[in-house]
């Protein structure tokens, strides 16, 4: 399984999101400390579910990188998060 | 890990400056562009702030992520209080929100 995919399935058990995007943005940053040669280090994630309503961006993010724990401490380096609730303007 | 004696360190620097960015390389040669990015944006306001360098202390570079219970660098602090990340700060730059909470504050701005 792919970082992106683990990634992914991880958002998916934790918050059940009504829409949610990863994207993989390594390659904007090959060469750049933190980025490794096989990839998959930069991602981006768009992800809109019921628990982030009444949540301030920083407890919203905070929820995520919870759930991605294991992967930020061992593989991920960087992780752009925009996290609405339904309803939101994304 | 409140006995962390970089929290010390840390704390001290977030009371004696009303704005403290927490990044890599400094406001003049930022090394990563997440923290470039936030350092522009102040810089783009007006807004006088110290750059923490965590590229040139491993313990403190470890140390923020858990004294913020945040992750990843850059982070903005506001006499004090923790604001966010890069995606944070520039949200809000976006929406008018990070002008907002900078005067809110009373933190001076240069015109």
Not at chain 1, 56 to 79: D, G, K
Not at chain 2, 68 to 85: A, D, H
Not at chain 2, 98 to 111: F, H, I, P, Q, Y
Request: hydrophobic letters at 40%; proline letters at 4%; a negative charge.
């Amino acid at each position: 399984m792919t970082v992106a995919e683990t990634l992914e399935r991880a958002l998916q058990a934790a918050f059940t999101p009504e829409r949610l995007e990863v994207e993989d943005e390594s390659h904007k940053h090959v060469g750049h400390a933190g980025a490794r040669p096989e990839g998959e280090t930069h991602f981006r994630v768009t992800i809109v579910a019921a628990a982030f309503a009444g949540k301030s961006r920083v407890e919203r993010s905070r929820m995520v990188h919870e759930a991605l724990a294991a992967l930020l401490a061992s593989r991920i380096h960087a992780l752009s998060i925009t996290a609405k609730a339904p309803g939101e303007s994304a | 890990m409140s006995d962390n004696p970089v929290f010390a360190s840390i704390q001290k620097e977030i009371e004696d400056n009303s704005v403290v960015l927490f990044m890599k390389g400094t406001p003049q040669f930022p090394q990563c562009g997440f923290s470039s990015m936030v350092a522009q944006i102040l810089s783009h306001m007006g807004v006088p702030f110290k750059g923490v360098n965590v590229l040139a202390n491993d313990t403190l570079r470890q140390g923020i992520k858990e004294f913020s219970n945040w992750p990843t660098i850059p982070q903005l602090y506001v006499k004090g209080e923790f604001v966010g990340g890069c995606d944070i700060v520039r949200e809000m730059y976006e929406a008018g929100e990070l002008e907002k909470l900078l005067d809110d504050k009373g933190v001076a701005r240069a015109a």
